[in-house]
Structures are given as C-alpha cells and as structure tokens.
C-alpha cells in the first residue's frame, strides 16, 4: 500500500509532517478554544510551554495549567476567570477524566468565552484523549489537533531531531563533552523509537503495550546531559538505572518487561557508543551511531535508513512480520464481524435454526459431569500424595464450567422457541454462536483461551477426556499434559509438595531445575522424583534436538512444540547455573493479564531455564516464551 502511494502521488505523501503548533495558534483567537485529541505516546506540554514562552508568557504570565479529576472544577472555573481579564493562558489537562464537570465547561464557553468578552490575549487549551462526554459544542467551535507519534523508525527518529530541545542550539551545543553527547543523543532517540516501534510487534514486542512519550525521552536526555557535565568519567550504570527504571521502567508494571527494557537499553547506553567508530546498534552494518557533530549531518544520516524497518532491527526473527500481519488481519474481520447484523441468513436456514443446531452439535460432544462423590471416595487426600489433591480440585472446576456451558446452550434453544425470556446474557450467547466466538459468559468461568469457538469446544473435550482417562485407570499419567489443566500452578505446587514431603525439606527452599528429554512421549518413564510434561509450544525460537539448545526459528514457522521437559525439584541453593535462557510460560499468546499479588500476570505460569549457546539477551530481545495453548 505504501509503495502504491509512493508511486502515484509521491514520498511526501507517506512521511508524517513536523507538528506545528505555531501554525495552529495563528489561527486562533481569543474566543477559539484550541483541542489537543491525545493519542498514545505523544505528549504536546513541552511543546506548549515553548510556544508560551516564545510568546512572551513566562515568570508571572506563564500559562496555568491544571490536570482534572475529583475536586479540580471549581480551581479550573478560577484560573479561567483570571486568565479571562489578566489575558494569559489557562491549559486544562485530561478533560476526559473530568466527565461530570463538562457540562460546567460548555457552559462556561457559552457564557463568557465568546467575542468581544475574554482580553485578545487569553487563550484556553484543552487536552483530551476521545470520550463521549466532551462536549460537541466546543469540538465545533475549537481548533481541533492531534500529535500522534510517527509510525516507523525514520520517522520517529526525524521527530526526535526535528522537535525541542535538540533543534534548541543551546541545549544542542552545550555540552562539555561534545562528541560523547552527540552519540548518547542519536544512541537514546534509537532506544525511544525501538521501544516505541515494538509496540506494533503485540505480545512478542512488549507483553503490556505501554504509553512511552516524549516527557520519558527527554528527561533522559538532560539526565545524560548533566552526567557528562558533572562527571570526567561516564557512569553508565547510574545512566541505564535512571532511564530504565525511573524514566521509562515507571510506566513498566509486566516483569519481563522491565527485563527486556534493560536488555534494551543496555545495547544504547554503553561504553561502546563513545568509544566506537559507527558503533552498531543494529544487525547488519545499515544502522549505527554516526560520528558527526552538526545537526544536519544526523538528519542526512537518519533520512538515507529505509523506511520500513525489518524486525531485527529491533532484535526480532523474521517472523514477527508475519505474526504482526495475522494480528492485524485478525483485528480487521473481528471488527468487520461486529457490523453484522444480529440476524443474518445463510440459504434457506434462519440464524436461529443455525445458532440452535450449532447448539445441539456442542451439547452431544461434552461428556456427563464428574461424579464428585466417586472421585473423592476413589481419589482420597493423601499425605504422600498430593496429586490426589490437584486432581478433585480440577474436576470441581470443570464441573463449574461445563454447567454454565450446558445451562446457557439449554437455555438459549428454549429462548429461541420462545419458552423462555430471551435476557440480555442469551442474546450475547446467540450473537457469539453466529459469529462462532466464545461467549463473555463462558469465559468468565473458563480458564484463559483466546480460540475461536470451535476450537475452543474441541480443546474443552480433549481437556475432558484427559482427565476421565485419569479418573477411569486410577493413574496418574506418565507425561502430564500441563495444557489441561484449569489451574496449572495447583499442578505445580503438587509436584513440589510431593518432593517436598517424600524428603522432609521445607516447600519454601524448593525450585524446579529442567531437562528437555530426547526420548518420545511413548519411550519416556515416570521419573523417581519430580513429574514430565508436554504440550507447551516455542515461539520466538525452537528446540534443536540434535544440539540439545535453543535455536533460531525455521522460515514461516512461528510456533514450534517443545519436548517432552522433566521438572525436577530441589533445594534451590544446590542448583548450578549454566548458559540458559530464563523462558516465561503463559497460558495464551496475549500474554498479558491481570497483575496478581505475586507481581506476575495472571497469564504467567513460571519460568524455564533452557539451554542456549548463545548470551541470553538474544532471547530476551526475541521476545521468546513458552505457550500452553496456540490460538487455533
């Protein structure tokens, strides 16, 4: 699409134009409210309060500004009547947090910010991220702006160079050290547009999507400022501890993260980029810090670099294009599906025959409930065994489950012969069957699945039938199918238990140390201590047998099935660290969650230590994890 607009009307077309607030103010005036319409990781304050003061608006006529929220609408009402008769600027931030005070600000708009009334001078900034509740009257009225951030590396590089305070030839210039400075700047601009841009990538970019700005970038860079003035010798710790977990790491709240945000930073923030000629921040030789000094040299340098980045340049495979695309494919039908009408026909069945046969398939493939009182007489609480445990624990789950399942389905066929009231939970459950997504209803008591619904019943049967296989033999199985379980960290927690008590040491001193077995699930034995498992899928990367390692992922292949992985548990302090790469296990490919009291997401299961040969950074910026469940 871009080459295509490329060619018929022109570069220009495709490369975002500088944002240019003076232009915006000179069509105002001072009964014009002027809007900023936020978006995610832009920040226009900077660039207002320069404007102000090259206006005259500093020291005492500097503009007020006001963040609202509870209790900030009589103090805003204030600063608007002063800034009304003394002729200032008055800067009313995040009116979408303010919804109940709205309707006093369109009345005020009304009333007193009309012509002829405010002096010339006054004008009154709005910042606002999209909301229902802000107020038509004043969107007609106002000059409405937006500063999103440049989609592409170029192009957020090119607004990092060409925006304050780098085009402020006294910040720019006034650095004791020049040639370290000018090489820590283009280094932290290179950071800010690769944690900006990986964003694109979803969960294999950052697992959490966060809000990076410009506040984030441009503290860092009078921090590195003030470093190089105040130090003869760089300390580069103190800099990647300030900008990764104060400046940016503030807004990180996901572990692994914060992890790969310094695995970031410490590629841009080293020794290296001061001391090295065209030091490489990238793979390949195309992007690397230039050794130049003016300004326009870094802007030459930065518009020659392709305008669509690859993934590794941001330490990515290949891959990621592809997992990126199908995302974004993914988003487009799910969006074009919710246009639908409720009711649709297909030939000569009605939606409701569809949705009520399709209702019918699903209630004939789920198996009885489980006889709670056999599993318990069968299954007791053990001392020495704790399975046991894990086990009644799952099936009352499943039970859970399947009766909303059944219940809802039940239901719905009765709604649909009008025996009973269709509520609004129904009509949510026969818009998901026509669509053939899994209902809200269901997935508030079903562990996490991001299948579609087909998929997910066929998953919920095979989940079934493991655990009739288990309940009708009496055995726990050889190689546990850790997919399956409703609550897999009650699974873990057994396993260690059983250790745990078999030798008399305290849970607490307990980890689990891991082996990727080479034998097949058929070949494999139950092991003495510990237990073995499958069903968990690489992405990112995938396991090289012959090499007993992490490997690089094969071409158009995005998720490989790891072996069959024997979790070992033991004292903690007894445990030899190797070369290995700490992988993150979720439930889902979203990866994110809710943030538990553990400090994980509630996607998060645990981490394996697996084998590598290469420094673990190169996974960390892979993004690779370990998958429980694929989307399909």
Not at 138 to 158: D, V
Request: one cysteine or more; glycine letters at 6%; a negative charge.
């Amino acid at each position: 699409m871009q080459n295509f607009v490329i060619e018929k009307l022109g570069q220009y077309f495709v490369e975002p134009p500088t944002f240019d607030l003076a232009a915006c103010f000179a069509d105002s005036a001072c009964f014009t409210p002027l809007i900023f319409v936020l978006s995610p990781g832009a920040d226009p304050m900077a660039s207002l309060l320069k404007l102000a003061s090259e206006h005259g608006f500093s020291g005492e006529k500097a503009p007020q500004a006001i963040s609202l929220g509870q209790g900030q609408g009589p103090i805003a009402e204030q600063m608007i009547d002063d800034a009304l008769i003394q002729g200032t600027w008055v800067i009313l931030q995040n009116c979408h947090l303010a919804t109940s005070w709205m309707p006093t600000l369109e009345k005020i708009c009304e009333e007193q910010v009309v012509p002829d009334r405010p002096h010339p001078m006054f004008r009154m900034w709005l910042t606002s991220y999209p909301s229902d509740t802000f107020p038509v009257a004043i969107l007609q009225n106002g000059i409405k702006m937006t500063n999103e951030p440049p989609k592409g590396l170029r192009a957020n590089l090119l607004r990092s160079y060409l925006n304050d305070p780098i085009t402020n030839n006294d910040f720019y210039e006034g650095c004791n050290k020049p040639a370290d400075w000018f090489r820590l700047l283009f280094s932290l601009c290179f950071f800010h547009a690769n944690v900006q841009e990986r964003r694109k990538f979803g969960p294999l970019g950052w697992n959490i999507p966060y809000e990076f700005n410009d506040s984030d970038l441009h503290i860092s860079m009078r921090q590195i400022k003030m470093f190089l003035d105040d130090y003869e010798v760089t300390p580069f710790d103190a800099l990647r501890y300030l900008i990764g977990e104060c400046n940016y790491g503030g807004r990180v709240t996901d572990d692994h993260d914060r992890r790969l945000l310094n695995a970031i930073l410490s590629m841009y923030i080293n020794n290296s980029v001061t001391e090295q000629e065209k030091y490489s921040i990238a793979e390949g030789g195309e992007y690397y810090v230039p050794s130049c000094s003016e300004q326009e040299d870094f802007l030459n340098y930065i518009r020659s670099l392709p305008m669509l980045a690859k993934p590794d340049v941001f330490g990515l495979h290949d891959n990621a294009d592809i997992t990126k695309d199908q995302q974004e494919t993914q988003n487009l039908f799910t969006n074009i599906l919710l246009t639908l009408p409720a009711q649709s026909s297909s030939g000569a069945v009605s939606a409701e025959e569809s949705v009520c046969n399709l209702a019918k398939t699903i209630l004939d493939q789920l198996p009885p409930q489980f006889d709670l009182l056999a599993v318990n007489e069968k299954f007791p609480i053990l001392y020495e065994d704790s399975m046991n445990t894990c086990l009644r624990q799952e099936v009352i789950r499943y039970n859970r489950l399947t009766e909303v399942v059944k219940s809802t389905l039940e239901n719905l066929m009765k709604a649909v012969k009008g025996l009973v009231v269709m509520n609004g939970e129904l009509e949510e459950v026969f818009s998901c069957l026509n669509i053939g997504k899994v209902p809200a209803s269901w997935l508030n008591t079903s562990y996490p699945s991001l299948k579609p619904l087909g998929s997910y019943i066929a998953d919920l049967v095979q989940r079934l039938e493991g655990f009739y296989t288990w309940v009708n033999t009496g055995l726990a199985p050889t190689v546990f199918w850790i997919s399956g379980f409703y609550f897999t960290q009650s699974f873990l927690t057994a396993a260690s238990q059983n250790y745990a008590r078999k030798y008399k040491i305290p849970i607490d001193l307990l980890g689990f140390e891991f082996e990727v077995i080479k034998q097949s699930e058929s070949e494999v034995e139950k092991p003495a201590d510990g237990v073995l498992v499958n069903g968990l899928f690489l992405e990112g990367c995938r396991w090289s047998q012959e090499e007993d390692v992490l490997a690089e992922s094969l071409s158009k292949v995005l998720y490989s099935k790891l072996p069959v992985l024997w979790l070992k548990p033991g004292k903690r302090t007894d445990f030899v660290k190797g070369s290995t790469y700490t992988c993150p296990i979720y439930k889902t490919s979203a990866r994110r969650g809710t943030l538990s009291t553990t400090g994980h997401s509630t996607n998060y299961v645990m981490s394996v230590e697996l084998k590598t040969n290469l420094p673990a950074i190169h996974w960390i910026t892979r993004g690779v994890a370990l998958l429980c469940q694929l989307d399909d």
